[in-house]
């Protein structure tokens, strides 16, 4: 068994004592080990159990600086070790088990009203015209069954037959069959000729009501004789006796069985390791790429559907780049997955802002580039503020007080320090030697006072801005660099993870590196298509929207393609790791200033689409503003769900003041 040691506060996992070594040793020999600041930290250190080898792995990337955070399972786990609600989701479906008391709630009849009514509509239609072809006449009366099945399924049952079982009973008189006398030569193939029927039953099962259909075929037809006798029982088969029924059963295989619509714990089912929300949105994925690149000209669906069908889709391919990123870190060394967290990390984000850039570079505005940076900065406040106020607040009503590893929460903080500087440091150089400049100046005549009334006043930027800002991009690339050596080789005590020495069971794992790497690279080209339809179907709600496009930018885009992580936080905040919901939010902010602006940066340089790194007063004061009030949160490595309150309620203001401020020059 593998075991994962880390200081988590007064966390409910079980406890242990270890050295770096990972044996376990006395008090005594602990204390002489950390001395008396180390003997501190070791008793609140907390053991993490996992199923194998590459769980472990998994677990230890989680705490690793700069790694994405991820909570689903890279390999099937035993379901004999899960809890009995897991185990109803992954029972056998044959077994059926029939629920107690009405089966008329909320959800089935959601059901009725979203999807029964069409579906069994469908078969509805299809009936008449199988009456209609006289032969197709049995499929019709299936096709009325089916239909009235799905208007309400709920305590029934659909049965797939299996091989033909005769029973020991009396046979009707016509099904006798009375051997004749055959010439000699023909005696040993008569013996093994046989009349078989191919059998496929569909049977539709409720309290009140058994109906099967059988269907049999006679095969070989050898003669003329054998032919009659084939019609004969084909007549007989199709409108067949309850006698016959008797000596001629399906062993049936339940197939379909469904009690209830909904299900507050549907959302734990995965298939293949990918949670069963991700997969039904695929085909929303395939949806969007169809509308969008087949009705260029919005003949049958609006600008405004394809926007939302695109950058709903971002969200299964944000959920499966994150499963390709933590399969292929589990299962390979430190190097390979700095490279795959640092390469596919950001990619949702960075594919977005390019296309973005590109798309206003096309139109010949700067209202795209303003977009650009308001998410960038919707990302930063959402990851600073709501991801861990969320995350405190709903670990907080379950547990009353949490606890994290302060020390790395505040390496964790310092570079939040140091990206916030040096990202909105261009625009203070603007501001202190910038000149400023004003549009729409009128004159006020007979007023000594005030000559001129100007609007739009904003500073020039001065020629030196360029290389302030390569010089910046460089720094925070290096900073990053720093943190990861800082975090991983030098202060690594400071996570203080170790893997014991011990043997887990078997794994499987629902992912290869081949295969995580070709998901990857699916997800990226379809995360570009779906970004670039996002883009070209943005421009009503820029040029026509009575929102501000600022607020349109820090929330929708900026936040959809986190919900993933959100998830994820939420997550480990109700297992009581709420040093990994803060981790999350930590880790994309760090990454937005220091990989996502400097690639953004770089690609400007190589090819120009007028992205400056010059923001508003807005994001300037309300991104400030964020990192002093988590540093003060974070101060004290404890937390409840009133200090993730005041977070969310932080946030939900700043949005506020996005919602009502002016929208930017550009967009006008």
């Given at each position: 068994m593998f075991y994962l040691v880390f200081p988590c506060g007064n966390c409910s996992y079980t406890c242990a004592l270890l050295y770096p070594g990972g044996h376990g040793v006395s008090p005594r020999s602990m204390a002489s080990w950390y001395g008396d600041e180390g003997w501190h930290e070791a008793t609140t250190k907390t053991t993490i159990r996992a199923e194998n080898e590459v769980?472990?792995?998994?677990?230890?990337?989680?705490?690793?600086?700069?790694?994405?955070?991820?909570?689903?399972?890279?390999?099937?786990?035993?379901?004999?070790?899960?809890?009995?609600?897991?185990?109803?989701?992954?029972?056998?479906?044959?077994?059926?088990?029939?629920?107690?008391?009405?089966?008329?709630?909320?959800?089935?009849?959601?059901?009725?009203?979203?999807?029964?009514w069409w579906i069994s509509l469908f078969y509805f239609l299809i009936c008449p015209v199988m009456f209609l072809t006289v032969l197709g006449a049995v499929y019709g009366k299936l096709c009325w069954k089916m239909g009235c099945y799905f208007i309400w399924p709920f305590g029934k049952s659909i049965e797939k037959a299996g091989e033909v079982v005769r029973r020991p009973v009396a046979k009707p008189p016509r099904c006798e069959v009375i051997p004749e006398e055959r010439d000699t030569d023909d005696?040993?193939?008569?013996?093994?000729?046989?009349?078989?029927?191919?059998?496929?039953?569909?049977?539709?099962?409720?309290?009140?009501?058994?109906t099967e259909y059988l269907i049999c075929v006679s095969w070989p037809i050898k003669s003329v004789k054998w032919l009659f006798i084939y019609f004969i029982t084909k007549i007989w088969c199709v409108f067949i006796s309850c006698s016959?029924?008797?000596?001629?059963?399906?062993?049936?295989?339940?197939?379909?069985?469904?009690?209830?619509?909904v299900n507050w714990y549907y959302y734990k089912y995965a298939v293949q390791g990918i949670n069963i929300f991700a997969l039904n949105l695929l085909p929303l994925?395939?949806?969007?790429?169809?509308i969008g690149y087949t009705d260029k000209d919005h003949n049958y669906f609006s600008s405004e559907t394809k926007f939302a069908t695109a950058i709903t889709s971002i969200i299964p391919l944000s959920y499966f780049i994150g499963m390709g990123i933590a399969s292929i870190s589990a299962q390979s060394n430190f190097a390979v997955g700095a490279v795959v967290n640092a390469t596919f990390g950001s990619i949702t984000e960075i594919?977005?802002?390019?296309?973005?850039?590109?798309?206003?570079?096309?139109?010949?505005?700067?209202?795209?580039?303003?977009?650009?940076?308001?998410?960038?900065?919707?990302?930063?406040?959402?990851?600073?503020?709501?991801?861990?106020?969320?995350?405190?607040?709903?670990?907080?009503?379950?547990?009353?007080?949490?606890?994290?590893?302060?020390?790395?929460?505040?390496?964790?903080?310092?570079?939040?320090?140091?990206?916030?500087?040096?990202?909105?440091?261009?625009?203070?150089?603007?501001?202190?030697?910038?000149?400023?400049?004003?549009?729409?100046?009128?004159?006020?005549?007979g007023n000594?006072?005030?000559?001129?009334?100007?609007?739009?006043?904003?500073?020039?930027?001065?020629?030196?801005?360029?290389?302030?800002?390569?010089?910046?991009?460089?720094?925070?690339?290096?900073?990053?660099?720093?943190?990861?050596?800082?975090?991983?080789?030098?202060?690594?005590?400071?996570?203080?993870?170790?893997?014991?020495?011990?043997?887990?069971?078997d794994h499987v794992v629902h992912w290869s590196r081949w295969r995580a790497l070709a998901v990857l690279i699916v997800a990226t080209a379809l995360m570009a298509c779906c970004a670039d339809l996002s883009t070209d179907n943005i421009?009503?709600?820029?040029?026509?929207?009575?929102?501000?496009?600022?607020?349109?930018?820090?929330?929708?885009?900026?936040?959809?393609?986190?919900?993933?992580?959100?998830?994820?936080?939420?997550?480990?905040?109700?297992?009581?790791?709420?040093?990994?919901?803060?981790?999350?939010?930590?880790?994309?902010?760090?990454?937005?200033?220091?990989?996502?602006?400097?690639?953004?940066?770089?690609?400007?340089?190589?090819?120009d689409v007028g992205f400056v790194l010059v923001f508003s007063d807005i994001h300037l004061w309300a991104s400030i503003f964020s990192v002093i009030l988590v540093n003060y949160i974070f101060m004290d490595g404890k937390c409840d769900y009133f200090q993730g309150t005041a977070l969310v309620v932080v946030y939900l203001i700043l949005l506020a003041l996005y919602f009502f401020a002016p929208s930017p020059r550009s967009c006008w």
């Amino acid at each position: 068994m593998f075991y994962l040691v880390f200081p988590c506060g007064n966390c409910s996992y079980t406890c242990a004592l270890l050295y770096p070594g990972g044996h376990g040793v006395s008090p005594r020999s602990m204390a002489s080990w950390y001395g008396d600041e180390g003997w501190h930290e070791a008793t609140t250190k907390t053991t993490i159990r996992a199923e194998n080898e590459v769980e472990a792995h998994r677990e230890a990337n989680n705490y690793k600086f700069g790694f994405r955070k991820w909570k689903g399972n890279v390999t099937e786990r035993p379901i004999e070790g899960r809890s009995e609600i897991i185990k109803e989701l992954y029972s056998d479906l044959s077994t059926v088990k029939h629920q107690e008391g009405s089966l008329i709630t909320v959800g089935n009849v959601a059901y009725v009203f979203l999807f029964g009514w069409w579906i069994s509509l469908f078969y509805f239609l299809i009936c008449p015209v199988m009456f209609l072809t006289v032969l197709g006449a049995v499929y019709g009366k299936l096709c009325w069954k089916m239909g009235c099945y799905f208007i309400w399924p709920f305590g029934k049952s659909i049965e797939k037959a299996g091989e033909v079982v005769r029973r020991p009973v009396a046979k009707p008189p016509r099904c006798e069959v009375i051997p004749e006398e055959r010439d000699t030569d023909d005696t040993k193939d008569d013996q093994h000729f046989k009349t078989k029927c191919i059998t496929k039953c569909l049977k539709i099962k409720s309290t009140c009501e058994v109906t099967e259909y059988l269907i049999c075929v006679s095969w070989p037809i050898k003669s003329v004789k054998w032919l009659f006798i084939y019609f004969i029982t084909k007549i007989w088969c199709v409108f067949i006796s309850c006698s016959l029924l008797q000596t001629l059963m399906c062993e049936a295989k339940v197939i379909l069985y469904c009690n209830q619509a909904v299900n507050w714990y549907y959302y734990k089912y995965a298939v293949q390791g990918i949670n069963i929300f991700a997969l039904n949105l695929l085909p929303l994925v395939l949806a969007s790429l169809v509308i969008g690149y087949t009705d260029k000209d919005h003949n049958y669906f609006s600008s405004e559907t394809k926007f939302a069908t695109a950058i709903t889709s971002i969200i299964p391919l944000s959920y499966f780049i994150g499963m390709g990123i933590a399969s292929i870190s589990a299962q390979s060394n430190f190097a390979v997955g700095a490279v795959v967290n640092a390469t596919f990390g950001s990619i949702t984000e960075i594919t977005f802002y390019i296309t973005a850039l590109l798309q206003g570079q096309r139109a010949v505005t700067k209202c795209y580039e303003e977009i650009v940076k308001a998410a960038l900065t919707g990302t930063l406040l959402g990851c600073i503020l709501f991801i861990p106020g969320i995350c405190m607040i709903i670990g907080g009503i379950k547990h009353r007080e949490q606890r994290f590893n302060s020390r790395s929460a505040g390496v964790s903080s310092a570079l939040l320090f140091i990206s916030i500087g040096g990202v909105f440091a261009p625009t203070l150089f603007s501001k202190a030697f910038g000149n400023l400049v004003c549009d729409s100046c009128t004159n006020i005549p007979g007023n000594a006072s005030v000559s001129f009334t100007c609007k739009d006043c904003h500073y020039d930027m001065v020629g030196s801005i360029k290389p302030l800002v390569y010089t910046i991009s460089v720094l925070l690339s290096g900073a990053y660099l720093i943190g990861l050596i800082f975090t991983l080789k030098t202060h690594s005590h400071i996570y203080d993870i170790h893997i014991s020495d011990g043997h887990g069971g078997d794994h499987v794992v629902h992912w290869s590196r081949w295969r995580a790497l070709a998901v990857l690279i699916v997800a990226t080209a379809l995360m570009a298509c779906c970004a670039d339809l996002s883009t070209d179907n943005i421009e009503p709600m820029l040029t026509h929207s009575a929102i501000s496009q600022y607020f349109i930018g820090v929330t929708l885009i900026a936040m959809v393609p986190e919900l993933p992580e959100i998830v994820n936080g939420i997550q480990f905040a109700l297992q009581n790791n709420i040093s990994l919901s803060l981790e999350v939010g930590s880790c994309i902010a760090v990454q937005v200033c220091m990989i996502q602006i400097p690639v953004l940066i770089v690609f400007n340089a190589f090819y120009d689409v007028g992205f400056v790194l010059v923001f508003s007063d807005i994001h300037l004061w309300a991104s400030i503003f964020s990192v002093i009030l988590v540093n003060y949160i974070f101060m004290d490595g404890k937390c409840d769900y009133f200090q993730g309150t005041a977070l969310v309620v932080v946030y939900l203001i700043l949005l506020a003041l996005y919602f009502f401020a002016p929208s930017p020059r550009s967009c006008w």
